[in-house]
């Protein structure tokens, strides 16, 4: 049970003398006069047939007298436990007879438990002398109820279970049955035997046949309330009888919308809560929820904290494939988009509502919640629901429903450029999803230029969310080859060159890193671009760094492997690029490139080091391999990489990849530290399909060509630069002849020498 501190009160019914720890639970306190559902019909019992009549508990029958005499005592008994001194006149103990005169105990629970001795009996009688005062004992018990320490005993002395019966029966008029909901509501709060009392007789389907009953409405629902909460095989079972339909059922009314039973929102959305966090409680919601709560959501006098239960709710349902396409295939995405919109001036709006004295909409009990809880909690509404509109635009039935021409996709263009930043992040996420063709793209490019907002925000805004939502919504548009040329003519590489500055967010640095692989591969001019000068001024430091220059420090300074490998999959992009010279720049023009890269980025090469010294991604193991070699195709390339090799760290996998061997016995555990040895696999590991096992041999195949494609070239570059047991060791596994321990040892030691008087042996491969 959740403590009564944490839980707010509930909402709707005043208790006339209800004690601080009840105010977790509505009271039912009696109302005026309602009508009767029936006004001819009897308060005799007619028994449903799936329940047996109660036995007559004797023979001896009542005057009107008596009764009224027991109707006294009943009442008197619950005035004078209520007393200060608590003290319980000897006439008003019993209830035995009214005729019994002995003198009550104090107010423990068996002395409750023996006051309430008989009163079963005397309800019986009552019953079934058809007589009037029957609602009226149950109001007298039902109001006893608001006090907790009668609840246990109304249930071990047979109370509750004769008001289940009067529940489970029809033709009951309408003051009893309002007197006995008012009963098992008080009698249930906290106290869980009664409730599996109700779940034990299957009486929550009666009570949800209540709602039914507009001038019952406004009881059924916090009785049932009371029942479910905390109280799982009640919510079960309600759920299983119905409660989901009739709930939407009823909040889709026009009674509910125009009249005070709306002041049930709140228990309404709680049962709903209760409902849908079962296994199979979404599944039981109908076609029609998700419509039925969005648009009593955006209906004007719904207060705040309702607005945001209620679409709270409805984003649950729309977790559930069957509710995405319904709302899909009924056009309505429009709802929750709608509602997004709504929801930033509902702060506003609830002021307005109580300037105008329309406080009566609120609740009874209720704090209005200040400015700043009420914005997060719509913060986190809004968040959800974008959520949930990333799913369903992810769907294939969304791009068909909703074309670039339609209505709904120019209010998400006219988004990009809005003042609200969750209104931006949802029209990046939705119209991202949207652009997954090439067709899109373009037309989102060259005829929407949306681009131009979406550099707009990386440029202005310092909110992440949103501009991490427009860097991949840039991405998806920057793998059209026709977008990539004009996103570079937006200054989109400058604007990345910000992103990939802020150290504080690496989720950010992440994402600009891997937009700007992007918009690099296969893009010769956004690569010179990307080698531009950081100034034009020849006189200024900053002339002779480019923004490649900023994107390799940041793959210096983080820590995180994945934006090393962006940064590293970025350079393996320009290798590619500049490897084949495109057909409008002339060769020169290539080579020239080619030189200023090497010659303004010395350590071009180093961000490679993370790929080939992983296991984790082969393919990408492969791209680093590849690119390596293609460096070491020209002579300043090979430069480059020939520094970066005078490091045992990077050295020690070239070996392994040519050979096919580990070398971690040749080395001590301590040097040997490029990835750990590979670790035993198990019997599952080992289960590779023949096709699995082909595809494996074929890239270490592939990686050991280019590997050797390597070392030819470093030899032949800058074969006179290095030192006889260096080169001998390249020879040797050039030629495939064996390479023993004592030369690669010798080696490592003569590095080791090497990388301890230079500035080499700073880098250390991250592993992952």
Same mark, same amino acid.
């Given at each position: 049970m959740v403590s009564l501190q944490s839980r707010s009160p509930i909402l709707g019914f005043q208790a006339l003398s209800l004690s601080e720890s009840?105010?977790?639970?509505?009271?039912? !306190?009696?109302?005026?006069?309602?009508?009767?559902?029936? @006004?001819?019909?009897?308060?005799? %019992?007619?028994?449903? %047939?799936?329940? @047996?009549?109660p036995k007559t508990p004797s023979d001896k029958h009542y005057s009107e007298g008596e009764q009224q005499t027991m109707i006294s005592t009943l009442k008197n008994v619950f005035l004078s436990a209520n007393r200060p001194d608590g003290s319980i006149p000897v006439n008003e103990a019993s209830l035995t007879t009214p005729e019994d005169t002995e003198t009550g105990p104090d107010s423990s629970y068996s002395t409750r438990v023996e006051m309430l001795h008989g009163v079963r009996d005397i309800l019986y009688q009552l019953?079934?002398?058809?007589?009037?005062?029957?609602?009226?004992?149950?109001?007298?018990?039902?109001?006893?109820?608001?006090?907790?320490?009668?609840?246990?005993?109304?249930?071990? $002395?047979?109370?509750?279970?004769?008001?289940?019966? #009067?529940?489970?029966?029809?033709?009951v008029s309408y003051d009893l049955m309002l007197q006995s909901l008012r009963l098992l509501g008080n009698s249930c709060a906290d106290v869980d035997m009664n409730r599996a009392r109700v779940v034990a007789q299957d009486s929550t389907l009666p009570i949800i046949r209540q709602l039914h009953i507009p001038s019952l409405v406004h009881v059924a629902i916090p009785v049932l309330f009371?029942?479910?909460?905390?109280?799982?095989?009640a919510q079960i079972q309600a759920t299983g009888n119905?409660?989901?339909?009739?709930?939407?059922?009823? &909040?889709?009314s026009e009674s509910f919308l125009s009249s005070d039973q709306r002041n049930m929102t709140s228990y309404v959305c709680r049962l709903l809560e209760f409902a849908t966090a079962l296994p199979n409680g979404i599944g039981a919601a109908p076609e029609n929820a998700v419509e039925v709560l969005l648009r009593l959501a955006a209906d004007p006098y719904t207060e705040l904290e309702d607005f945001v239960a209620l679409n709270n709710l409805a984003a649950t349902l729309l977790s559930d494939l069957r509710f995405q396409t319904i709302l899909v295939a009924h056009c309505t995405v429009e709802l929750p988009l709608s509602i997004l919109v709504n929801s930033y001036s509902r702060i506003a709006a609830t002021e307005e509502l109580c300037r105008l004295n329309l406080e009566s909409r609120t609740p009874a009990g209720v704090d209005r919640q200040s400015d700043a809880? %009420?914005?997060?909690?719509? =913060? /986190?509404?809004?968040?959800?629901?974008? /959520?949930?509109?990333?799913?369903?635009?992810?769907?294939?039935?969304?791009?068909s429903t909703y074309p670039l021409d339609s209505p709904l996709v120019g209010s998400l263009r006219l988004w990009l450029s809005a003042s609200q930043s969750q209104l931006q992040v949802c029209a990046c996420i939705v119209l991202g999803n949207l652009a997954r063709s090439d067709e899109v793209c373009r037309t989102m490019v060259h005829d929407f230029h949306i681009h131009e907002s979406l550099i707009g925000i990386l440029e202005e805004s310092r909110d992440t969310p949103i501009v991490h939502a427009a860097a991949s919504f840039l991405k998806n548009?920057?793998?059209?080859?026709?977008?990539?040329? $004009?996103?570079?003519?937006?200054? &989109?590489?400058? &604007?990345?060159?910000?992103?990939?500055?802020?150290?504080?967010?690496?989720?950010?640095?992440?994402?600009?890193?891997?937009?700007?692989?992007? #918009?690099?591969?296969?893009?010769?001019d956004n690569i010179k671009r990307l080698l531009?000068?950081?100034?034009?001024?020849?006189?200024?430091?900053?002339?002779?760094r480019t923004y490649l220059s900023l994107l390799l420090s940041l793959c210096e300074k983080t820590d995180q492997v994945p934006i090393k490998m962006e940064v590293a999959r970025s350079v393996t992009a320009i290798g590619r690029a500049l490897s084949s010279t495109p057909t409008s720049e002339s060769v020169a023009e290539v080579n020239d490139t080619l030189?200023?890269?090497?010659?303004?980025?010395?350590?071009?090469?180093?961000?490679?080091? !993370?790929? =080939?010294?992983?296991?984790?991604? @082969?393919? =990408?193991?492969?791209?680093?391999?590849?690119?390596?070699? +293609?460096? %070491?195709?020209?002579?300043?390339?090979?430069?480059?990489?020939?520094?970066?090799?005078?490091?045992?760290?990077?050295?020690?996998? +070239?070996?392994?990849?040519?050979?096919?061997?580990?070398?971690?016995?040749?080395?001590?555990?301590?040097?040997?530290?490029?990835?750990?040895?590979?670790?035993?696999?198990?019997?599952?590991?080992?289960?590779?399909?023949? !096709?699995?096992?082909?595809?494996?041999?074929?890239?270490?195949?592939?990686?050991r060509e280019n590997a050797l494609v390597l070392v030819s070239k470093l030899l032949e570059h800058r074969g006179t630069e290095m030192s006889d047991l260096r080169k001998q060791v390249f020879e040797d596994l050039l030629s495939g002849s064996d390479l023993d321990y004592v030369s690669f040892r010798q080696l490592s030691e003569q590095t080791t020498e090497k990388n301890a008087s230079s500035s080499m042996g700073k880098f250390v491969p991250q592993h992952e």
């Open positions: 009840f105010a977790k639970y509505p009271d039912f !306190t009696s109302s005026g006069s309602h009508p009767s559902i029936d @006004p001819n019909s009897s308060s005799k %019992a007619i028994l449903d %047939a799936s329940r @047996p009549a019953w079934f002398a058809d007589s009037s005062l029957v609602s009226e004992a149950a109001q007298v018990l039902a109001d006893g109820a608001r006090d907790s320490a009668w609840r246990k005993p109304y249930g071990d $002395t047979g109370i509750v279970d004769f008001f289940l019966i #009067v529940v489970n029966t029809e033709g009371n029942i479910c909460v905390d109280y799982e095989p119905g409660l989901v339909h009739a709930l939407i059922n009823l &909040i889709f809880e %009420a914005e997060k909690s719509l =913060v /986190q509404m809004r968040t959800v629901i974008i /959520q949930v509109l990333s799913d369903i635009s992810a769907l294939p039935e969304f791009k548009l920057a793998l059209m080859r026709d977008n990539k040329d $004009t996103l570079g003519e937006s200054g &989109i590489v400058e &604007i990345m060159s910000r992103l990939w500055s802020m150290d504080t967010v690496p989720q950010i640095q992440y994402a600009g890193a891997s937009l700007g692989r992007q #918009v690099i591969s296969g893009s010769y531009a000068p950081l100034s034009s001024d020849p006189d200024s430091p900053a002339h002779s030189d200023r890269l090497y010659e303004l980025h010395p350590d071009i090469a180093w961000p490679l080091v !993370t790929m =080939v010294c992983q296991s984790k991604w @082969p393919v =990408v193991r492969s791209e680093g391999w590849f690119t390596f070699a +293609l460096m %070491a195709k020209t002579f300043k390339g090979s430069g480059a990489i020939n520094d970066l090799l005078m490091d045992m760290e990077i050295l020690r996998p +070239l070996v392994e990849t040519i050979t096919g061997r580990q070398t971690v016995g040749w080395l001590e555990p301590s040097e040997a530290s490029c990835g750990d040895e590979e670790p035993e696999a198990d019997a599952g590991s080992n289960r590779q399909t023949e !096709t699995e096992k082909r595809k494996d041999e074929e890239t270490r195949r592939i990686d």
